[in-house]
């Protein structure tokens, strides 16, 4: 009579996947004979990145889906925000961050990741205020910013939503180079101090409240600027505006706590 079986070995036969269970054996390893066989239940499906469908706003829930690779199967999550005061938000380049409201000066820049201002010069200018920061800080995404992608600033309780007009994705050709706003100068005070009247001066004189593009730059306009911003195209040059943005809406929102 045979013998029974004693040693075995385990042996995948079908690879499991989320479609479809799998298969396993207990092999003998006299005879090779299937002592048992397994199902293998299914696997958890492989969601590639999450893909925003819909940005969030400080009002309305957003929407990210996924896919699995093997399946197709697709699933979503809802993306909410909130916003306290003193608050920045670009959704399209996942910058939420906080800044400091106060008189534009560097040492303001150099002791705060992010500025507000709508002071500058002794002058005060409440329809041109600049955003300022450093590019390796809070706003060193920001270049990827396009026309018409939404920015949220949130003052006093109060959320103002612009839509960009102009970004870095719309550079302009001056003498063979290309550049945004600004490309001269050692830091944003010389900027600012030496070039802004001067031809680099693109878009807007903020600080005086006199605009160079009357046909674009209507209405309460941001701008939003970095220094130290490296970019191949201008070999590195310090001092730029990235962003001009027109206001399209402003409505009070009680602050997150």
Same mark, same amino acid.
């Given at each position: 009579?045979?013998?029974?079986?004693?040693?075995?070995?385990?042996?995948?036969?079908?690879?499991?996947?989320?479609? &479809?269970?799998?298969?396993?054996?207990? *092999?003998?390893?006299?005879?090779?004979?299937?002592?048992?066989?397994?199902?293998?239940?299914?696997?958890?499906?492989?969601?590639? &990145?999450?893909?925003?469908?819909?940005?969030?706003?400080?009002?309305?829930?957003?929407?990210?889906?996924?896919?699995?690779?093997?399946?197709?199967?697709?699933?979503?999550?809802?993306?909410?925000?909130?916003?306290?005061?003193?608050?920045?938000?670009?959704?399209?380049?996942?910058?939420?961050?906080?800044?400091?409201?106060?008189?534009?000066?560097?040492?303001?820049?150099?002791?705060?990741?992010?500025?507000?201002? &709508?002071?500058?010069?002794?002058?005060?200018?409440?329809?041109?205020?600049?955003?300022?920061?450093?590019?390796?800080?809070?706003?060193?995404?920001?270049?990827?910013?396009?026309?018409?992608?939404?920015?949220?600033?949130?003052?006093?309780?109060?959320?103002?939503?612009?839509?960009?007009?102009?970004? &870095?994705?719309?550079?302009?050709?001056?003498?063979?180079?290309?550049?945004?706003?600004?490309?001269?100068?050692?830091?944003?005070?010389?900027?600012?101090?030496?070039?802004?009247?001067?031809?680099?001066?693109?878009?807007?004189?903020?600080?005086?409240?006199?605009?160079?593009?009357?046909?674009?730059?209507?209405?309460?306009?941001?701008?939003?600027?970095?220094?130290?911003? *490296?970019?191949?195209?201008?070999?590195?040059?310090?001092?730029?505006?990235?962003?001009?943005?027109?206001?399209?809406?402003?409505?009070?929102?009680?602050?997150?706590?």
């Amino acid at each position: 009579e045979k013998i029974p079986h004693t040693e075995t070995y385990v042996k995948v036969i079908k690879e499991p996947t989320c479609m &479809e269970t799998g298969i396993e054996c207990d *092999i003998c390893k006299e005879c090779s004979d299937i002592v048992e066989e397994r199902e293998i239940p299914l696997t958890e499906h492989t969601f590639g &990145e999450w893909v925003v469908n819909k940005y969030a706003t400080p009002f309305e829930e957003g929407e990210q889906y996924h896919i699995c690779s093997v399946c197709g199967e697709w699933e979503f999550k809802s993306i909410t925000v909130s916003m306290s005061d003193k608050m920045l938000y670009i959704p399209s380049v996942g910058i939420q961050c906080k800044f400091a409201v106060t008189y534009f000066t560097q040492a303001a820049v150099d002791n705060n990741d992010v500025v507000y201002t &709508e002071n500058a010069y002794a002058v005060t200018d409440p329809t041109n205020p600049f955003i300022l920061g450093h590019y390796f800080g809070s706003l060193s995404t920001v270049r990827n910013t396009h026309i018409g992608d939404c920015i949220y600033v949130c003052k006093d309780g109060n959320v103002d939503t612009y839509k960009v007009i102009v970004s &870095e994705h719309a550079i302009l050709e001056k003498n063979g180079v290309y550049m945004i706003g600004i490309d001269s100068g050692t830091n944003i005070f010389d900027c600012f101090a030496s070039a802004m009247n001067s031809n680099y001066a693109s878009f807007g004189l903020a600080h005086s409240g006199i605009d160079r593009w009357d046909n674009v730059n209507n209405g309460k306009t941001l701008h939003i600027y970095t220094c130290d911003h *490296i970019n191949t195209l201008t070999e590195g040059r310090n001092g730029r505006w990235i962003i001009l943005a027109n206001l399209i809406d402003s409505q009070p929102i009680e602050p997150a706590a």
